[in-house]
């Protein structure tokens, strides 16, 4: 197929690119996509998380392909081999991760349009933001037919992804020699609920600069902990959403306290 051409000049040219990320690609234009791809796009309806509140869901058809689909057809028919964990990067610098082993389990789409023809936009409710663009390529989960996906919200809905990567990661940085071994139920914490966004030594998303581990030494553990349950207490219009509001008040409490233990234990590595 004469259009796989300046494709795949584009992949081995990021390869070199990014030295040492070997399986970087960045994503064709959806135009580009639906050429390449053997099957067209399909009808994806689920449950649109950023919508939902509480009990209350709002069915959205969005138009896509198969994540597992995609990503053969961008990093071949071995791509689960090629490293543990998918990496999706965002045009705002977000960083969303998620193992190779869930989809493989779970089913997720990436979508490029609405059904309906209405803007590829949705309104961020956690965030207070509205009218965010979802383009060029937003990662969805069917959570119609999963309960279990329908309870877990927004946190591996990633929007804006036009960046997608193969990874084995290291998160020594994170648990560096030394630290107390009971610290380590921290720093999964951290991975859980902040590093989308933040960093811990170089380790985590890129939405917020600095480094979580030094910004937390410079708090009060009551400031840091109504940061993390309350962020727009603090800052009015915050985009920083609070720590998931689907858990038990004492249970988030209780990790808002564990990652402030392990914050400032961690030592800040250069
Ligand atoms: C979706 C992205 C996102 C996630 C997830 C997130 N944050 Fe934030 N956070 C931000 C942004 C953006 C700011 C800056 C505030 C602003 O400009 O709205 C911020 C600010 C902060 C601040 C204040 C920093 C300062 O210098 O005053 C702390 C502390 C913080 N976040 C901790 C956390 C912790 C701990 C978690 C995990 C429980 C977390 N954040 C999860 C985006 C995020």
């Known amino acids: 197929m004469s259009n796989d051409l300046p494709f795949l000049c584009r992949i081995v040219g990021l390869v070199i690119l990014v030295s040492g990320a070997a399986h970087a690609v960045e994503l064709p234009s959806t135009a580009n996509l639906q050429q390449q791809m053997t099957v067209p796009a399909r009808a994806v309806p689920v449950y649109e998380p950023h919508l939902s509140v509480g009990d209350r869901h709002v069915a959205i058809e969005y138009v896509g392909f198969r994540a597992?689909?995609?990503?053969?057809?961008?990093?071949?028919?071995?791509?689960?081999r090629q490293g543990e964990t998918v990496e999706f990067r965002a045009l705002d610098g977000y960083i969303s991760r998620i193992a190779?082993?869930?989809?493989?389990?779970?089913?997720?789409?990436?979508?490029?349009?609405?059904?309906?023809?209405?803007?590829?936009?949705?309104?961020?409710?956690?965030?207070?933001?509205?009218?965010?663009?979802?383009?060029?390529?937003?990662?969805?989960?069917?959570?119609?037919?999963?309960?279990?996906?329908?309870?877990?919200?927004?946190?591996?809905?990633?929007?804006?992804?036009?960046?997608?990567?193969?990874?084995?990661?290291?998160?020594?940085?994170?648990?560096?020699?030394?630290?107390?071994?009971?610290?380590?139920?921290?720093?999964?914490?951290?991975?859980?609920?902040c590093l989308s966004c933040h960093k811990i030594n170089g380790f985590g998303g890129e939405k917020f600069e600095g480094n979580l581990a030094e910004i937390a030494k410079d708090m009060s553990e009551p400031e840091f902990v109504r940061w993390v349950l309350t962020p727009s207490s603090i800052l009015s219009g915050t985009t920083m959403p609070p720590l998931s509001d689907r858990l038990a008040e004492g249970e988030r409490q209780r990790i808002a306290k564990a990652l402030f233990g392990y914050l400032r234990a961690v030592p800040v590595l250069p």
């Open 100 to 193: 190779v082993s869930r989809f493989l389990r779970e089913n997720a789409f990436l979508v490029f349009a609405r059904k309906d023809g209405k803007a590829f936009t949705v309104d961020n409710l956690a965030q207070n933001q509205q009218d965010v663009p979802l383009g060029p390529y937003y990662l969805v989960w069917d959570n119609i037919s999963s309960p279990a996906l329908l309870k877990e919200g927004a946190s591996k809905w990633p929007y804006q992804v036009n960046e997608v990567n193969l990874v084995t990661l290291s998160d020594g940085a994170l648990l560096p020699k030394g630290l107390d071994p009971r610290l380590s139920g921290g720093a999964q914490l951290a991975k859980t609920h």
């Open 68 to 80: 597992i689909d995609v990503l053969e057809r961008l990093f071949g028919r071995d791509w689960r």
